[in-house]
């Protein structure tokens, strides 16, 4: 099948009742300077297979599921789209934002295979490489007038594949009057994000944040630090900074993991609900250009206005990181030491008993996984879809329950168990790694949170559909569904907790 796009035509290829279209460039990007789009090409350019991913060092997340190795590379700006047909249908068109905590991933992974959600949605998807790391991020404006922006190159990588989308989906079966952005993790950061860039305003029209919100951005202050490290191991003074652009690769990569192992280290801010514990030294910058405040500010003053969300976490994201690090029971005196630090002396105890009342049985490090579930994950959701009610009635809210039986049931609902749920890929390989065996239950779930975010999309509204009752979300109910074998809703789940967290200090 042959497409005419803005640049050229692209062939691409069926497979499982779908057309793909893989590896098709969207922009061009000279290293830290903002993305062009796409140049011309002649003739027809094969489509068939994917384009290289974001220059990445390996992660332990995708050793942890099989995802196979991929081909790295600066040439990365592509989009792969998978459509029910290349017609003149006009359906609602998805873009996934990958996570990877900005310096990982990518838009051709198995997870994030949309076969069945384009099919049985009827909905055009497209997934986005984006620049990652120090080369999509790293903050550079006072060093180098010609690299201004370069703190969020990342971002205004996603807002030209959005102009691509704009400019040509179209010619493969979809709607540009009807795009929802989506994305987990750093991807919903990313959702955050463009919520508070004005560039990207009118090039969506919906939105949905799983386990990200709009907290995770640098002030300057907090990036300059960060490119102080970058330089210092590489050897160079600020005033060596053009020798950034000749320098190879994995020398970059091997002083951004510099600064990231630094992050792990640094205590939190009080000040920031998430700072210190989902430490992300390469993430957007408020940069006074493309965003000129934090994008949960933004939100407030109706940067998104009339934009409506589905906003969510998942029941247990902390325990990924914690299989990750292997850990152990801290025990009650080094929980508490943690809370002191995090909260003050009289704080602490009340957080042990509010969590400890809830969860009895529950050992030390398990109080500690929920406490930081909720203070890095779940409160930024809340504040976010509480803003933005503000500024439309259609906010949606859920957890997801789902609870895997992996790594001898100590997963839980943990971090990113959604996505095959949401794409429908519980039956993929590598899947199983994470949810520990899959059932009919499992497979219902699937199909249940698919056609959800396809309703969502098609109807710009709420996900409920006849299979999930789905409540708009209110300050007054909080009307939060439960994603589970058996999906409920609950109003304001542990609304004792939400209170005590934003009693302690939400963002101003």
Known sequence: MIVETVAGKVEGLERDGVLQFRGIPYAYADRFRPPEPALPWAGVLDATSFG??????????????????????????????????????????????????????????????????????????????????????????????????????????QIEALRWVRDNIAGFGGDPGRVTIFGESAGAMSVGTLLAAPEAAGLFHAAALQSGAGENVLAPETAMRVTEQVLAHLELTPADVEQLLDLPVHEILTA????????????????????????????????????????????????????????????????LFAIQDSLGDIGPERLRRRLVRMLGDDRADVAVELYRAARPTAHSSKLWCAMLTDRVFRMPAVRLADAQLAHTPDVSMYRFDYRSTAFGGVAGACHAIEIPFVFDTVEHQGVQ???????????????????????FARTGRRPAHDDLDWPAYDLSRRATCVLDREPTVLDDPEGDVRAFWNSEGALP
Request: charged share 20%; net charge negative; proline share 7%.
């Open 256 to 319: 951004q993991s510099t600064a990231m192992a630094a992050a792990l280290t640094s205590r939190p801010d009080p000040r920031r609900p998430s700072s210190g514990y989902l430490q992300l030294p390469f993430a957007p910058v408020v940069d006074g250009g493309l965003l000129t405040r934090p994008p949960l500010d933004a939100v407030r003053a109706g940067s998104a206005a009339g934009i409506p969300l589905v906003v969510g976490t998942t029941a247990d994201e902390w325990n």
């Open 52 to 157: 290289p991913s974001a220059p990445q060092e390996p992660s332990a997340t995708d050793a942890l599921f099989g995802v196979e190795a991929q081909e790295y590379g600066e040439d990365c700006l592509v989009v792969n789209v998978v459509t029910p047909a290349a017609d003149d249908t006009a359906r609602p068109v998805m873009v996934w934002i990958h996570g990877g905590g900005f310096t990982n991933g990518s838009g051709r992974s198995p997870y994030y295979n949309a076969t069945r959600l384009a099919l049985d949605g009827d909905v055009v998807v497209v997934t986005v490489n984006y620049r990652l790391g120090a080369l999509g991020f790293l903050y550079l404006d006072h060093l180098a007038g010609d690299l201004t922006g370069s703190g969020v190159n990342g971002i205004r990588d």
């Open 433 to 455: 790694t994470l949810l520990g065996g899959i059932d009919d239950g499992t497979r219902r779930l699937a199909r249940r949170c698919s056609a959800a975010w396809a309703t």
